[in-house]
């Protein structure tokens, strides 16, 4: 009954992030000339008056390096400020014990949460304490993993219809469907649609193990003198585990997870990384691999952790 109860709130979490990310709010004017560049472009987005406390409810549309647009259940949006000392942790699990602390960059599209704050001079909501429950940032994620999968088949679509005029009205049909899937599925996940890649650092990791060896730290250490040379301004940094398929499934997902946060350990703790630049951490498994898993090369190579370097479309074009 427990587990047919969280399959029911998990799809109902889905099923509303898709109403709120498709539906049409009436546009709301705002007449405030400081109002940040993200509520000017959206008139969607309210802003909260400067000083005023302010707590409410919704699903993350849009997440930036800093900052995330929610969506509440009238339709209005807030554009929600992180900051060094954001409390993000989950829901409360009883009188005794406390809720589980996490970093900021958990928050995903999709995520279902409650924010409570005061609004800056800008209008928007400086977040104070974010809660959200484990089975809805389980749901944001398994999310993302659904993306490339649509997005493959219906780019497969696309290419035989291209290569036959002839083909009929139901493929013509199937082939919208999936690109409308595709469409809103990308749509659910942490907006890395958003940002240009820069480069991807590849950390490599023995079979079994999430420590970050010797050759994996001077991976990062060389890439971090590159980034100290760059105009780092509007750059994020994702940080995405792999594994090969020796063992059990589940635990290549646990083991990739744990993989990531030694890369994100070692990023903050010896290179200084802001929290707030992280975007998405995800742990594939056994999914994507880069090579061939019937080698012990093939597996060594798809044995790692992918440390992606985006830069935010909107401040590349300006620059």
Do not use: C
């Not at 958003?194 to 010797?214: H, N, Q, W, Y």
């Not at 890369?263 to 498994?285: A, W």
């Amino acid at each position: 009954m427990m587990s047919s109860n969280k399959t029911v709130r998990t799809a109902a979490v889905a099923l509303a992030f898709i109403l709120m990310t498709t539906g049409h709010a009436a546009a709301r004017e705002s007449n405030s000339a400081n109002q940040p560049q993200e509520a000017r472009a959206n008139p969607r987005v309210q802003a909260v008056p400067t000083g005023q406390e302010l707590k409410t409810i919704g699903i993350v549309t849009k997440r930036n390096a800093d900052s995330f647009i929610l969506r509440e259940q009238t339709g209005a949006e807030r554009d929600v400020l992180l900051a060094p000392g954001t409390d993000v942790r989950t829901h409360k699990q009883g009188v005794f014990r406390g809720g589980k602390e996490y970093g900021v960059s958990y928050i995903l599209r999709g995520l279902r949460l409650e924010v409570s704050g005061r609004g800056n001079e800008q209008g928007q909501l400086v977040a104070e304490k974010i809660r959200f429950d484990e089975d809805d940032l389980r749901t944001a994620q398994a999310l993302e993993v659904r993306v490339d999968p649509v997005e493959e088949e219906a780019q497969r679509q696309a290419r035989e219809l291209e290569e036959n005029r002839a083909a009929t009205q139901k493929a013509q049909a199937t082939a919208s469907e999936a690109l409308n899937s595709a469409t809103i599925a990308n749509n659910r996940i942490n907006g890395l649609d958003e940002f240009d890649p820069v480069r991807t650092i590849t950390v490599p990791f023995a079979t079994g193990s999430s420590a970050l060896g010797p050759k994996g730290r001077a991976e990062i250490d060389s890439a971090a003198a590159w980034v100290k040379t760059q105009n780092t301004k509007g750059w994020v940094v994702a940080v995405v585990g792999f594994a090969d398929t020796t063992g059990n499934t589940e635990a290549n997902r646990k083991l990739s997870e744990r993989r990531s946060n030694a890369v994100i350990g070692y990023l903050v703790t010896k290179h200084n990384l802001p929290l707030q630049r992280l975007v998405q951490p995800f742990g594939y498994g056994e999914l994507k691999p880069v090579a061939e898993n019937t080698t012990a090369e093939g597996r060594a190579k798809n044995r790692r952790v992918e440390i992606r370097l985006m830069v935010n479309k909107g401040i590349a074009n300006v620059q």
